[in-house]
């Protein structure tokens, strides 16, 4: 049960966003652009995986599988792929850059000041640009705040991980600017 009372049953933030649909608009609008705008060179897929990578490493469990299933369903392979990626991503089947790209999501979820020169000199000359940099470190910053988020108020999270799945073709489709908050 949430710490305080979000007046509907919806699950992680989709509860949290019913109980604050101004604020709503203003969270999924930015996750919007970082994570669904095709004004990018990072896929869709990639940049779910960096989100559900830092949702991980912050054992949020919402948000790591949301966002897992959408990385999953973007890049065409399992959840349980996904899954591995998040345990061991070095081993994963992803180029150099995606790499070099996740290793600089986890030092920022762990402190902005955790990034290395080294790290996005790495990233660099793996081919890794400038905007693909910016919006790695954005897009671990923007979910170190959704995580905080769902689990500061203690929302509450379907454990069955078909259930994300499930629901990812759905969100795939529309986005994540709600027009009704209740789906």
Known sequence: MAHIDLQN????????????????????????TLLRSDDNTL???????????VSY????????????????????CDIQTIEEIKKNFTAA??????????????????????VTSEQIAEARDLGATDREIHDTVLIAAAFCMFNRYVDGLATWAPTDLQFY???????????YIATDLHT
């Not at 699950?11 to 919007?32: F, Q």
């Not at 089947?93 to 955790?114: F, H, P, T």
């Open 9 to 32: 049953d919806l699950p992680g933030i989709r509860g949290l966003m019913a109980y604050r649909p101004d604020t709503a608009k203003h969270l999924n609008a930015l996750a919007e």
């Open 43 to 53: 896929s869709r897929g990639e940049r779910e995986l960096i989100g559900s990578y």
């Open 57 to 76: 490493l912050n054992d949020c469990f919402f948000c790591q599988h949301v966002h897992g299933a959408l990385a999953g369903h973007y890049l065409q």
């Open 93 to 114: 089947d992803l180029s150099d850059k995606m790499k070099a790209l996740l290793a600089i999501a986890a030092s920022v979820q762990q402190s902005g000041r955790k």
């Open 165 to 175: 799945v499930n629901r990812a073709p759905q969100r795939a489709a529309k986005g």
